[in-house]
């Protein structure tokens, strides 16, 4: 296991490691997360054993630009365009119709696939330098906290992930929102860091703010 701190060689180290096959921590908009590229049958494997991750849950992507998800899904449906003009980039996680042939270890068998642009932040640089999708689940231990810092990655994984890059103590904060648009209007699988009064505010037409504290 290699740890690096954030500039342009960790971009390059990580593209490359993810390339050849391997594991990378980063740190999101939110808490850290764990990549591989996603139709890596062996790299996916592994990082479902890693994290003791159970079968049935199906494994977020993230993409630097609206462009790759032609090798994820077949369509974009209009609800899907405009909560991705909204929210992306942002800890907004859109569920869409899986192409046929993308590995169960992203889909976990439901025909879906769900993906994000991620916010400002190392995630975000890395998807972009990116011709693909890679994952950004939470570096974690199944059940566990996600973490927030390098230190707890290691702890969890140690040698179990090929490379940590080092960007200190994450935001936290709510983790993204998760949103399925494959059928009529939205269904909000997960609440997080977009609230649904936010969300459904937008799609009336309302102006797109935060909500107040």
Avoid: C
């Avoid at 701190?5 to 180290?13: D, G, H, N, V, Y």
């Avoid at 103590?169 to 648009?181: H, L, N, P």
């Amino acid at each position: 296991m290699k740890l690096m701190k954030i500039s342009e060689t960790a971009i390059t180290a990580a593209r490359k490691v993810i390339e050849d096959g391997g594991i990378v921590a980063f740190p999101t908009e939110t808490f850290y997360g764990l990549g591989v590229k996603y139709n890596d049958p062996g790299a996916l494997k592994r990082l479902y054993e890693i994290k003791q991750r159970p079968r049935e849950k199906a494994m977020p992507l993230i993409i630097g630009d609206k462009k790759t998800l032609a090798l994820i899904t077949p369509s974009v449906l209009n609800t899907a365009k405009k909560l991705m003009n909204g929210f992306w980039p942002g800890p907004l996680t859109i569920l869409f119709e899986a192409i046929k042939d993308l590995s169960e270890f992203i889909t976990a068998g439901t025909g879906k696939a769900a993906v994000r642009i991620p916010g400002d932040s190392f995630a975000l640089d890395l998807a972009k330098s990116l011709e693909f999708p890679v994952t950004a689940t939470s570096a974690n231990i199944s059940g566990k906290p996600p973490a927030d810092n390098p230190d707890d990655v290691i702890g969890y994984f140690g040698d179990g992930v090929d490379l940590v890059i080092d960007g200190g103590k994450s935001t936290g904060g709510g983790a993204s929102t998760i949103v399925d648009v494959t059928g009529e209007g939205i269904i909000i699988l997960r609440p997080g860091a977009i609230s649904s009064k936010e969300l459904y505010r937008y799609l009336s037409g309302r102006e797109h703010q935060p909500d107040k504290v």
